[in-house]
């Protein structure tokens, strides 16, 4: 059974710096994608950033794109997001996700991804 923890959120002023974590267990992670997605308050959960396990690849977001970094550590199974420059709108929880089966592949849709984790909450304060 996968697991996957997120934390590190939290309470923030704009331009501040945050670092998500997601902490993934229960399988080993080759031949996956980990991607990080968002969703504020009454809008639908959307794509931020994901990362290749095997072969390190990313790809992100546009509205993300030179504030955020993500990155894995295979050592630890765990996959992080540091979050720069952060906007009011980056408020949202933040969601950690596996995409299986996907190669050297990086999907952004939110229908690629099997197992999920509970969120954690950014807010970011103008």
């Known amino acids: 059974q996968v697991q996957l923890v997120e934390s590190g959120g939290g309470l923030v002023q704009a331009g501040a710096s945050l670092r998500l974590s997601c902490a993934a267990s229960?399988?080993?992670?080759?031949?996956?994608?980990m991607g990080w997605f968002r969703q504020a308050p009454g809008k639908e959960r959307e794509f931020v950033a994901t990362v290749n396990w095997d072969y390190g690849n990313t790809y992100y977001a546009d509205s993300v794109k030179a504030r955020f970094t993500i990155s894995r550590d295979i050592t630890r199974n765990t996959v992080y997001l540091q979050m720069n420059s952060l906007k009011p709108e980056d408020t949202a929880v933040y969601y950690c996700?596996?995409?299986?089966?996907?190669?050297?592949?990086?999907?952004?849709?939110?229908?690629?991804?099997?197992?999920w984790g509970q969120g954690t909450q950014v807010t970011v304060s103008s």
């Open positions: 229960g399988r080993t992670f080759s031949n996956c994608a």
């Open positions: 996700a596996t995409a299986m089966s996907t190669g050297w592949g990086t999907p952004a849709g939110t229908g690629n991804y099997r197992y």
